[in-house]
């Protein structure tokens, strides 16, 4: 498998490029403001487009795909939550394929309703539902328990040795692992939804206290 973590434009955005080497089909997830560097990734390595993956609908992680479709014809796939005009939209479990390369959907809902991720052998493209020692904003107190059971019943159901690739470069680092996000991250370590929604009202403060940016 051909994987490449991408600094996108916008906001710290990273964009990703995972191909498979035999069929030299391929898939760019949130390709955000900056889509020809995907695209120019893509050309080096001889891959073909065929996907354009949206891990949620945000414009920040979206405004990338009208341009990347015209030049390559590629489908944008979206969650089948998501209000986005796709040309195909995925449910949990579904199973997209890039020649024998597989990319697993798991929907994450709770920064939005259709935050999804994506998994490709042990890679997991996590978009803003997990950040290095962090999680994706919610904005109420249903939203923020929709993302705690996310997270703890999807995404920590994981194997440690998962590689965790974030929609933002908001973290301690680049990438991660399941294994060291569920040792270190402060809003996992949390695994009662009291705890982990305190931190969300008190993250600020908590912050400033450990030094944390």
């Known amino acids: 498998m ?3 973590q991408i600094r996108a434009g916008g906001d710290r955005n990273f964009g990703y490029l995972i191909g498979d080497e035999k069929s030299k089909e391929a898939a760019v997830i949130d390709p955000s403001s900056d889509p020809a560097s995907l695209h120019k990734a893509a050309e080096k390595h ?14 920040d992680h979206t405004s990338g795909i009208p341009s990347l479709k015209s030049k390559t014809g590629a489908k944008v796939v979206m969650s089948d939550k998501s209000q986005y005009d796709a ?27 259709d ?14 539902t997990l ?54 991250n402060p809003f996992l370590l949390r695994t009662e939804f009291e705890k982990f929604k305190w931190l969300k009202d008190n993250w600020a403060d908590y912050k400033l206290k450990h030094g944390i940016k």
Do not use: W
């Open 115 to 128: 935050s999804m991720c994506i998994l490709a052998e042990d890679k997991l493209m996590t978009g803003d």
């Open 131 to 184: 950040f290095v020692g962090k999680v994706g904003g919610t904005y109420t107190e249903e939203d923020a328990e929709v993302e705690f059971n996310s997270l703890f019943n999807k995404l920590m159901k994981l194997d440690d040795h998962i590689e965790v690739y974030p929609g933002h470069d908001y973290g301690t680092a680049p990438t991660s692992t399941i294994g060291n996000e569920r040792k270190t």
């Open 87 to 113: 040309d195909l939209k995925v449910k949990d479990g579904d199973v997209l394929k890039l020649g024998d390369t597989e990319l697993k959907i798991i929907q994450t809902p709770g920064h939005t309703q």
């Open 46 to 59: 001889g891959l073909k487009i065929i996907y354009i993956i949206g891990t949620h609908g945000h414009g």
């Open 2 to 4: 051909i994987f490449e």
